[in-house]
């Protein structure tokens, strides 16, 4: 990875999903673990999109997460799909790194879950980053 992509995605605490809980990911050598470029930005994506809107207001990111844990409950229809794609796209966008969200789009992953498929423009890059992300209307 170039140096300037690397200062461009940045570094941070690598972590790991289990169960929809998150935990810091050891390096193997005794310390721990770092996303790096592009792990660094699709984590960050993802997490953004996994944190309710104002859930981090406390620590001082009111603004921070996605409205997408609002659709919780909601029937998979593509009336829903089309508010979580707009709800994707705006805490997406909201990451100082993105340029913009070109390609998105949403569709059944099961009986209650959704498959959000995201092409990703990031500042300084010309190929987009390929985000999927799947949402569980259950909230499980």
Known sequence: ??????????????LYGRDET????????????????????IQALTLRLRVRRGELAPLGW????SRLHELI???????VHVRLMAYARAAIEED???AEVSQ???SPSGRDAVRLTMDIR????PNPLNLVFDFDLEGA
Do not use: H, K, W
Request: net charge negative; proline share 7%; hydrophobic share 30%.
């Open 1 to 14: 990875m170039t140096e300037e992509r690397q200062r461009l995605f940045g570094n941070d605490l690598e």
């Open 22 to 41: 998150y935990d810091l990911r050891p390096n193997g050598a005794g310390d721990l673990g770092l996303a790096r470029g592009n792990a660094n930005i």
């Open 62 to 65: 009111p603004a921070y997460g």
């Open 73 to 79: 409950g909601e029937p998979n229809t593509n009336r």
């Open 96 to 98: 100082p790194r993105v």
């Open 104 to 106: 998105l789009s949403a």
């Open 122 to 125: 990031l500042i300084d890059r």
